[in-house]
């Protein structure tokens, strides 16, 4: 049950958008396809929904196939990025929509439609247009549009790409529980990586038109395959082969056989969080993420030497991985975690 | 950057003054030379039997060639923009034709290929009368107003994108229901605009029909073909008469143009 996506291949040209992609949805789960622009998430989406043709591949709604079935056959929910709203229609119309297709009576259709509307708290504009809506409006009008027709799964493109940052936010939490309520197997794109850990309880993480590794928030944060899915998933430095997150960069005074010097360029307050960037002899540009009270207590200023001292590293060479001073062998071949004992 | 003010009022003034001389000028004395000697002359001259076959005529024309050109119109822009091919440029291009091509050259092609020993003759021997015939003069009509449904169509259809009629698709709408719910509505003042052009093109069409159809009184005269020949043989005051109905014409599918670009702005 749920959607399952196998060895899915699709070419536009010369760009492979989809390189034998293959990915599993649970039934009633929220899963967020997560990449960098080109990474062939929006057109696995669209594949799945029909608005693409799969080169090679199959593709699985319910435990049915649904590889050649045309898009208004598979019953699925879409919503784009752009809204894609009716224009020449009122609310109410692009909401009914789809129940109008399948002739539902006006009485019934109307209920229906109101349910909705309420749900997505639209319910006093049934008579405006598009135009008429903010962003966010649009969005959630959208939304019930795709819901109105009960699809066995819900596909959303982006959908809080075009919105500000304050709208975003809000109709993440709402899009949350909107999901709890429902349980509509739900995917949904997006390139921000905040944003779908926020949403999601799967993520599945693409690049280049593959899969770099699917799992919940916490397994790619904390067991990243590679480091490509490392550096997307949050920031990252590098210190040779290591890699090192922000907030697991310890600034000290004194030196010791596990630190390494560095010349603090530049201290940058982002209110609770401070961000102090460093330059290291060999001339590597790090930055550590400290609290104000962190700050404080050490007096640092800019221009001053302070001592690094990575608390967690990881390596993807498939060898050791170090910090440097204490070596620390660490790393199976498919990715190492190199948790450091002292901190860990 | 604003203009200033001397340079803004000789601006307009240079703008009207050329539309006066060229244009306003000539149709006022229209009116003027029409309504000369009274109602009478002019009125005459329209209700005789071959103005009003004239007019029914150029009504005819009109009748048959834009929805024809406005289907057409339509199917091509989808083709056009909607699938992408290597042909698309070349059918944009002959598509164009009737714009570049002048009228006369139109008429007298149709006129070799249907005409006697032209490829085409044989249907005029089974009895169907193309040419000197009403339907050699609906078939020049539709060449030369062609391209107007599709211009104005294509621009609005390559706007509105694809995500509105994808978005139909999904919720369970076919290619055709899709197409007459959402494709049509989107693009309605674009094609309205196209048939006002087009009725427009029809209605004052003179040399490509003056061709095919002979000229012919009371038979195969629209009312441009009527003016003319009213005009030559000295009848000014028929050919003026005669010229109002069509400036009446003219100056309405305009004024619908103009109520449309409105709605279209809103």
Redesign the interface.
């Known amino acids: 049950m749920g959607i399952s996506v196998e060895g899915a291949n699709k070419r536009f040209g010369d760009f492979q958008a989809l390189d034998d992609v293959s990915i599993d949805v649970p039934d009633g789960s929220l899963t967020a396809l997560l990449g960098p622009s080109g990474s062939g998430k929006s057109t696995l989406l669209r594949a799945i929904a029909g608005l693409e043709d799969l080169d090679g591949g199959l593709v699985t709604i319910n435990g049915e196939d649904a590889t050649t079935k045309p898009a208004q056959k598979r019953g699925v929910g879409f919503v784009f990025q752009h809204y894609a709203a009716f224009k020449h229609m009122t609310v109410y119309d692009n909401v009914a929509f789809g129940l109008k297709i399948r002739k539902w009576d006006k009485a019934k259709t109307s209920a229906r439609v109101h349910e909705l509307l309420e749900l997505v708290q639209l319910d006093g504009l049934a008579g405006r247009f598009p135009s008429q809506l903010s962003g966010g409006q649009r969005q959630r009008m959208a939304l019930a549009r795709a819901l109105a027709v009960e699809p066995q799964v819900l596909l959303l493109d982006e959908p809080f790409g075009a919105l500000d940052a304050k709208v975003r936010k809000d109709l993440r939490t709402w899009l949350r529980r909107l999901h709890e309520e429902m349980h509509v197997t739900t995917i949904f794109v997006t390139h921000d990586q905040e944003e779908a850990m926020d949403v999601a309880g799967q993520l599945v993480v693409m690049n280049e038109g593959r899969v770099e590794q699917s799992g919940t928030a916490d397994e790619l944060y904390e067991h990243p395959a590679n480091e490509f899915v490392m550096s997307f998933v949050g920031e990252v430095n590098r210190l040779g082969d290591d890699f090192v997150r922000p907030h697991d960069m310890e600034v000290v005074l004194d030196a010791d056989e596990r630190t390494q010097e560095g010349l603090v360029q530049r201290i940058v307050t982002l209110g609770f969080e401070v961000r102090v960037e460093l330059v290291l002899s060999d001339g590597t540009e790090v930055w550590a993420q400290l609290t104000r009270a962190e700050l404080q207590r050490l007096e640092l200023r800019e221009g001053q030497i302070a001592y690094l001292r990575p608390v967690q590293a990881k390596s993807f060479n498939g060898s050791s991985s170090s910090t440097d001073g204490a070596s620390t062998p660490h790393g199976t071949p498919d990715g190492g975690d190199a948790g450091l004992p002292a901190a860990v | 950057m604003a203009a200033n003010a001397p340079s803004r009022w000789s601006l307009r003034f240079l703008g009207l003054g050329y539309l006066t001389m060229l244009l306003l000028i000539p149709l006022v004395m229209i009116f003027y030379k029409t309504f000369e000697e009274g109602i009478g002359p002019p009125l005459d001259a329209i209700t005789s039997p071959d103005g009003l076959h004239a007019l029914k005529l150029s009504v005819l024309m009109v009748a048959i060639a834009v929805p024809l050109n406005t289907i057409f119109g339509i199917g091509c822009a989808l083709l056009l923009v909607r699938h992408k091919s290597k042909l698309n440029p070349v059918i944009d291009a002959v598509i164009n034709l009737p714009f570049a091509v002048s009228p006369v050259v139109i008429g007298l092609s149709l006129y070799i290929l249907y005409g006697t020993g032209g490829w085409f003759s044989f249907i005029g021997e089974e009895g169907f009368k193309i040419l000197f015939a009403v339907p050699g003069m609906v078939l020049a009509s539709i060449f030369v107003s062609l391209p107007f449904v599709v211009r104005e169509t294509v621009p609005v259809l390559q706007e509105i994108g694809t995500?509105?009629e994808?978005?139909?698709?999904?919720?369970?709408?076919?290619g055709w229901?899709t197409f007459w719910?959402?494709t049509l509505?989107?693009i309605r003042w674009g094609v309205a605009y196209g048939i006002v052009l087009t009725t427009a093109r029809v209605l004052g069409e003179f040399g490509a029909v003056t061709i095919v159809s002979g000229s012919i009184n009371g038979q195969t005269q629209t009312l441009p073909l009527f003016v003319e020949k009213q005009y030559a043989n000295f009848n000014e005051t028929g050919a003026y008469g005669a010229s109002l109905v069509l400036a009446v014409l003219a100056l309405i599918t305009l004024f619908a143009m103009n109520l449309l670009k409105r709605k279209e702005d809103a």
Do not use: V
């Open positions: 995500d509105q994808q978005a139909a698709s999904t919720l369970g709408a076919n229901q719910k959402i509505p989107s």
